[in-house]
């Protein structure tokens, strides 16, 4: 078997395009959104209830798929759920009115949150921790690239065809990679194009019959009762609903508050994902720069890299105050950059601080905490913005990740326990 150079970023990169079509079915219907409405006859506070759907079932969803993938491995778990995004996106075109949204939107959020768990699992087993950081950063440029790529796939759909042709055309491009996936994944310790040399740098013991579920599952009530998890999950609940916010409700912010058409918004909108694109980027390599250069341990360059971002989110504040869309747009882009540079170091802690065997499970409780928040902070949205616009929930976004910050350093103490739980599994392999 010809050995692959590198191969731990060729599976992250099929990974990062998994994450591309999840967002892609995930932004379809932001950007879809005016067409949608209009044609279904469906009001703001309804719009609010479908996509609150989605942040419901996406926290409950994430533990549910992120114990999956650390009970029957990534490559089925990222199969299953993979073809069932897809075909869910594709009944999108099938509905009728907003409660068939509603359904759907709930399905798509139980299973696209697959991929913050299983991605992490990913980067646990295929990255030495100094490079895990920057792996996180690598498959989450799939949520930038996703979003980037909705709104002119989707716009060309709906000009060319029809709303309903876009899901179907987003719900194919699904489809294709989950068989990619099945032809060229494997664990890394019975993946043959990967090298001794290799398998030695990432600490992989070479055994191919062993099973996933030959070690212990993780026990979910240990996870909760410590510190470490919740000093992760509760800046997650300030930081995610930033996201949520340029996926979901920034189209419509631009078409109902600036006054953009479906063409100015296929222009404008993706801008804020590409300055994502380079937050994503920035993150784990500059925490891993802190520790090079200035020896300062991995998890606290992460909370100092965290800070530093959650200090530039506070220009998203004037979002909604400044007069000119094109400054607006630009601090919208600030807020992706800011958000995805401090989003990718405390998602990528749960590899730092717990066994890589938990990491799924981890990373999936952490999400149901932060879509909590995520989902009260939209519902509160999708009330009050008719009402009394968007500027308060923009100055809301800026200040919160400040909070998010001290309670990462307040309640995150670092320790050994992720290191030794990595050396027991390798030595039980």
Known sequence: MIKVRGLRWWMIGLLTLGTITNYLARSSLSVAAPTVLQHL??????????????????????????????????????????????????????????VGLFVLRGLL??????????????????????????????????TSTGAILAPPLIAWSILHYSWQTAFMIVGCIGLVWALLWLALYRHPNRHKALS?????????????????????????????????????????????????TLVYWMPLYLYQARGFD?????????????AADLGCM????LS????????IPIVNGKRMVFTMAAVLMIGMTGVGLVSNPAMAVALLCLGGFAHQTLSITVISMSADLFPRREVGTVTGLASLVAGIGNFCFTMTMGWFVSRIGYTPFFVAL????????????????????????????????
């Open 398 to 429: 800026g200040l919160g990740d400040l909070i998010g910050a001290t309670l990462l350093w307040t309640l995150v103490r670092p320790s050994n326990t992720a290191a030794s739980g990595a050396a027991c599994e390798e030595a039980r392999a």
């Open 288 to 295: 891993a720069w802190l520790k090079r250069r200035f020896d």
């Open 41 to 98: 006859h469906i009001s703001t506070h309804e719009y609010g209830w479908i996509t609150g759907a989605f942040l419901v079932m996406y926290p409950i969803g994430a533990p549910l798929t992120g114990y999956l993938m650390d009970r029957i491995g990534l490559r089925m778990g990222f199969l299953l759920c993979g073809v069932a995004w897809s075909f869910i996106c594709m009944a999108h075109g099938f509905v009728q009115g907003w």
């Open 262 to 274: 479906l063409k100015a918004i296929a222009l404008t909108a993706w801008l804020p994902f590409v």
């Open 109 to 142: 959020g139980l299973v696209e949150a697959s991929f913050i768990p299983g991605g992490m699992r990913a980067a646990a087993y295929w990255f030495p921790p100094h490079e895990r950081g920057t792996a996180a950063g690598v498959f989450n440029l799939g």
């Open 196 to 244: 001794q040399a290799e398998a030695a740098y990432i600490g992989v013991t070479r055994e191919p019959g062993r099973s996933m579920a030959d070690g212990p599952a993780p026990k979910v009530l240990e996870i909760l009762r410590q510190r470490n998890f919740w000093g992760i999950a509760l800046p997650r609940s300030f930081a995610d609903p930033v996201w949520s």
């Open 282 to 285: 920035v993150g784990g390599p």
